[in-house]
Every structure is written in C-alpha cells, then in structure tokens.
C-alpha cells in the first residue's frame, strides 16, 4: 500500500472518531460564585438562624443561614452558575449585579457573579427611621418637629427623602413639604420643621403623615411612616336667637324665628327647640312646635317656622326657647317671647271741603 493511501485512510479514521465522538461531549457547567463574610446591623451581629438571599433582579438563587462563630454572626453561599444549554435560569451570568436580601431586609451593598470565585464580602447596613410613629401639636404651635435617626453612626453620607401626605388634614391645615435630608458621615440625627396653619374654627384633631422614602445605602425601618395630630385650640360658637321679642299679626299665616352662631364652625353644630303657652294658647292662636336646628359645618345662620292661626283679635304672648345645644355653647338670648295681636286701627283726619 502507498504512502498516498496510507494517509488518506488515516486522515478517515479521524474523521470518523471525531464524528462519533462529538455526540458523546457534555457542556461543563458553570462554576458558582462563592461569597462568605460577617453579617451586621446597625453595627451589631445578628442572631443565628436568619437567612440570606442571593438576588438577580429580585429573583433569589442562593439562600443560607446565619451561624455564630464565637460571637460572630457569619455565612457562606454559593450561588450557582446559569447553564447555557438549558432555556431556564439557573443562576448567574458573568457581570450579574447581586443585592443581598437578610431577615427579609434588602442590604444596601450590591456584588458582581464571577464564576469560579471566592470573595469575601461582609454584609453591613445601617437603618434609618422616624424618631417616633405619632406627633402631636396644637394648631397655635404653628410648627411640628420631627427627627430622623440612625440606627448608627455611618461612614458614608446620607441623603434621606421625606415627604408629607394628607389626611383628614390638608393644606389648609398645614404646608405640604417634601425634600431631602444630608446626614454626613458619623451623623446619627437630623430634623424637619412643618409648618402647622392656625384659623378660628371650632373642629376635630386632625391628622396627617410623614414618610420617609427609599434611602440609598441605608436600610429604611419601622416606623417608616409618623402620624402627625393636630390638636384643635378653638372655643366652640355660641347659639342663640335673633331677637328678644317678636310682634307679629295672625294674618301673617307664619313667623320665621332666627337661629345664629357668633362664628363659623368646622363641626355640624345642633340646638333644640320648643314653643311654650303664656296667654297665646296652642291650637287655638298658633300651632305647638318642638324641634332641632341644624347647622353644616361653616353656616351661621337657621330659621325655624311657626304657624300662627288666624281669628284672634289679641294680643296674646307665647315663647320659643332653646335647649341642649351640640357643639355649641350658649349666647343670648335664649329664650323670646312672641306678641300676637292685630295692630290698632289707623284713623285717618276727616277733611271737609269747604
């Protein structure tokens, strides 16, 4: 056999066990990233038994937990690798930003998945919340002060946003704000004043709420969110009636008697009402009335009717009292005393014509 042909069948041969053998190789999978470390907040160690997330666009691949070494809180996790032959998801992809999910808590630090390695990564936050979960403060104070904390002190500055949200308070009642707060590094407390707007109605505790926003490099904790109580400083409006005394002529088939408050109220305000025999006699020269007057909140001013009957030469009296006022406390008068009576004739002078 020639050279020729010797190496044309060796050059088969290898074809043929290259083609064979191809559908026998297996893609290697990917190493996992590696991370371990100690684990902290608001410089102190957490207890043992809480977990950690690794997470890739909110997705966990890789959770552990928390165990004591000495006094130390650590963990080690191996977050897995995504294999390409596969359409799932399996893990991470080289360059893949990682946050760090502990107690339930997203940690402010972020990592990168690099396949085949080992990295120490120590796993520290600090957290930032209201001072208290409720202020109260009267609407004469003119302001409310709130503080923000840290939970420790922080070796990186902090910007924290905060906003106002209404409630049954609105801007009327105080100046919505929103901003932020600079905490420089080892800065623990900050404050914000509100301004808090007086006014003269009489009107229930109102209320509105603080937040706090999400805070780069930080941790946000309960409370998340402070009430804010505005504690009402007005007198409630007097009531009372119009006028002492009223004269008025059957014919005029009714009387319309006037209720008023001595200022606008922020509260629906209530007063009862009844008429009461002195020689008027009702049924026979006006029509018995008992009743409430209403006011909405910001009205002044009611009338109550009453229906007088016709066939009485007079005069006669009778009265409307008041009684039992809500939200109200009482002016005068409180009581009149109403006339009925035709009024006397007028006798004009008789002129002669001369």
């Known amino acids: 056999m020639g050279r ?6 060796f050059v088969g041969m290898l074809l043929a066990f290259r083609l064979l053998g191809a559908g026998s190789v297996r893609a290697i999978p990917p190493l996992p990233s590696s991370f371990w470390g100690m684990v902290t907040l608001d410089g102190a160690f957490l207890k043992a038994g809480a977990t950690i997330e690794a997470l890739i666009d909110g997705t966990p691949y890789a959770a552990t937990a928390i ?11 191996n977050v897995p690798g995504d294999d390409p032959t596969t359409a799932a998801i399996e893990g991470g992809r080289e360059g893949d930003a990682l946050q760090w999910r502990v107690g339930g808590t997203v940690y402010p630090l972020t990592s990168t998945w690099r396949g085949g390695t080992n990295t120490r990564l ?5 957290t930032v919340r209201w001072d208290a979960d409720a202020y109260l403060v009267s609407e004469g104070d003119g302001m409310v002060r709130a503080g923000v904390v840290l939970g420790a002190p922080w070796p990186e500055p902090l910007r924290v946003p905060y906003a106002t949200r209404p409630g049954t308070a609105g801007p009327a009642d105080y100046v919505p704000v929103e901003g ?3 905490l420089a590094p080892g800065e623990t ?9 007086d006014d003269a109605l009489d009107e229930p505790d109102e209320r509105f709420t603080l937040t706090l926003g999400p805070v780069e490099g930080a941790v946000v904790a309960s409370p998340r969110e402070a009430r804010v109580v505005i504690r009402d400083d007005d007198d409630p409006p007097a009531v009372a009636l119009e006028r002492r005394e009223y004269a008025v002529d059957p014919a005029q088939g009714a009387l319309e008697v006037g209720v008023v408050l001595s200022a606008p109220s922020g509260k629906a305000v209530e007063v009862g009402y009844a008429t009461a025999d002195e020689t008027a006699l009702a049924g026979q ?19 109550l009717e009453i229906v007088l009957l016709e066939g009485n030469e007079g005069p006669v009296t009778f009265t409307v009292a ?8 009482w002016g005068t008068p409180r009581r009149a005393t109403v006339t009925i009576g035709r009024p006397p004739p007028v006798f004009l002078p008789l002129v002669r014509r001369r």
């Not at 120590?122 to 600090?126: E, I, K, N, Q, S």
């Not at 020269?285 to 009338?303: C, D, L």
């Open 4 to 9: 020729g042909l010797l190496a044309a069948v």
């Open 122 to 126: 120590d796993l520290a936050a600090v």
């Open 180 to 182: 932020e707060l600079l």
């Open 189 to 197: 407390a900050a404050t914000i004043v509100v301004t808090v707007l």
């Open 322 to 329: 008041l009684a039992d006022p809500v939200n109200a406390v």
């Open 285 to 303: 020269h006006y029509v018995g009335s008992t009743g409430v007057v209403r006011f909405a909140p910001g009205e002044t001013q009611q009338t």
């Open 67 to 77: 165990r004591l070494v000495g006094e130390q809180a650590v963990y080690t996790v």
